[in-house]
């Protein structure tokens, strides 16, 4: 795949993400085209999709940076069954990108997100817990597909030791896309796994991913992802925290014609700004693929943009 007049440049500011939105993403598949999930359609072929993460969409859980002094206090959670708790999101943005690509055709999305998480065991220096949850998004595949809602349920362990420093998450995903023909095949499970550590002035992330039989039908598929999260120390109060970060992504796709893209794999990146402001999150981010129309199902669903995303935690 021949790479964009900018990919060069975002490839150097970026160095960051890898979602969530996200959520993780967060979130991260193609849509209904026959381009793949997110990308324009082809009749009886999908298209390929990305979700937040999450990042200017909602990460995937477990995806996220860990918290750091220079950000605002641990949101609130919900008191739940057995010790746990959960922990809920309402985001809005300018488009859904799964992965860099739309899964929208560049228009809005709205994705709410449930989480329930197991009180820790361990000490200090380890600490292990549970979680299951869901994630939902509108999606849309264009013209010659329906609108319908995209449903991801969510479970896994996560680790947290040398004081919350290091990082894991061993998680599960199944994406479940509703109102879509079955014989299309849309739905699909992921497997995945992200290590994080956070070094103070900067925190990294990386994470890969499994799904045996991708979005469409369309075979096994990897997906690699790294990101590097930098707080920024000035604030006015505790009631604001800023940060930048970068991600790069690289997608493998067996059976990437029912995905709907050109070739076997292609590079996702994106840079962004997020400010916390009474803790509501404001995203602004720049995202872009090396994929151009023709290997896009004659789309523009892999073109650079920029998403904003605002979202709360409760």
């Known amino acids: 795949m021949l790479l964009k007049k900018n990919a060069i440049l975002a490839f150097g500011l970026f160095t960051f993400c890898a979602a969530g939105l996200a959520n993780a993403q967060t979130v991260e598949p193609f849509s209904v085209s026959a381009a793949g999930q997110g990308l324009g359609q082809v009749q009886g072929q999908a298209q390929p999709a ?3 993460t999450q990042q200017a969409q909602t990460p995937t859980p477990g995806q996220g940076p860990a918290p750091t002094a220079n950000e605002p ?3 609130e959670k919900w008191n739940g069954p057995f010790g746990g708790s959960f922990t809920a999101t309402f985001a809005a943005a ?34 292990l817990s549970a979680y299951v949850g869901a994630w939902g998004s509108n999606v849309y595949f264009g013209n010659t597909n329906p609108t319908i809602a995209e449903i991801d349920l969510i479970a896994g362990l996560r680790l947290k030791a040398l004081n919350e420093k290091l990082t894991g998450d061993l998680g599960y995903i199944r994406y479940n896309y509703l109102g879509a023909p079955a014989d299309l095949f849309y739905d699909f499970n992921e497997y ?26 369309s075979g096994n598929a990897w997906y690699k992802w790294g990101q590097v999260t930098v707080p920024i120390p000035y604030t006015f109060n505790e009631n604001f925290a800023f940060k930048l970060y970068g991600a790069i992504g690289n997608q493998y796709v067996e059976r ?3 995905y709907g893209i050109g070739n076997n794999n292609y590079w996702d990146w994106q840079i962004g700004f997020t400010a916390t402001v009474y803790g509501v999150d404001l995203t602004i981010a720049y995202i872009d693929t090396n994929l151009d129309v023709p290997n896009c199902g004659a789309t523009m669903n892999c073109d650079a943009r920029a998403v904003f995303t605002i979202s709360k935690t409760f």
């Open 50 to 52: 990305e979700r937040p």
């Open 192 to 217: 995945g796994l992200v290590l994080g550590y956070d070094f103070g002035v900067v925190q990294v992330q990386g994470a890969l991913r499994y799904s045996p039989n991708f979005f469409a039908n």
């Open 73 to 75: 206090p641990p949101k």
């Open 256 to 258: 990437f014609t029912n």
């Open 94 to 127: 300018t488009d859904y990108s799964y992965r860099g690509i739309s899964q929208t055709q560049r228009q809005v999305a709205v994705q709410p997100s449930v989480t329930y998480e197991t009180p820790s065991i361990g000490g200090e220096n380890a600490a």
